[in-house]
């Protein structure tokens, strides 16, 4: 059997003694090497620490999830109210103008158009016609007279069709 001895830096290392008992070595282990137990003892308070740390993390980041996502809605609810608004005093100077400049502010704003634009200045010239008075737009339809103003003005009806079907 082996004993075991503290060396000079407090390792244990092995020594003979055939007298010793399983227990009894275990026991001298444990009574010669306590930084064995120190060291696991270490180990677990360590791993549960990182486990509460790592739970703490995660609640943090359900919470900021969720605060991302309200602020994100609001952002949008804020940015369409912005557009909205927008059109409404769009809607309002192109009622008191006469109906040719009208005509020519809407048609210069659909020349204007590009195609990889990321607004679309179709659905926009729809929501600010849609809810001008009928004399009026009629008026402002009226003026559409030249070739290349009535193919204008056909895409705005065809936009008014599609919008009338959904």
Do not use: C
Not at 93 to 103: A, C, F, S
Not at 136 to 154: D, I, R, T, W, Y
């Amino acid at each position: 059997m082996t004993e075991l001895q503290l060396d000079s830096g407090g390792n244990a290392q092995a020594g003979s003694d055939d007298s010793m008992t399983n227990e009894e070595q275990v026991d001298a282990r444990v009574d010669v090497a306590p930084s064995i137990v120190l060291r696991q003892e270490a180990l677990s308070k360590g791993a549960d620490d990182i486990r509460s740390l790592a739970q703490q993390l995660s609640t943090k980041r359900e919470r900021y999830d969720i605060v991302k996502e309200g602020f994100g809605k609001l952002l949008g609810t804020l940015e369409e109210d912005a557009n909205a608004s927008a059109l409404q005093e769009v809607r309002r100077t192109l009622e008191v103008l006469q109906p040719k400049q009208t005509k020519t502010l809407l048609t210069t704003m659909l020349a204007l158009d590009k195609p990889n634009d990321l607004d679309d200045v179709l659905q926009d010239l729809l929501g600010i016609i849609s809810d001008m008075p009928e004399d009026k737009l009629k008026k402002v339809f009226g003026e559409f007279k030249s070739p290349e103003e009535q193919n204008v003005l056909h895409t705005i009806l065809v936009a008014i069709g599609k919008l009338d079907e959904r």
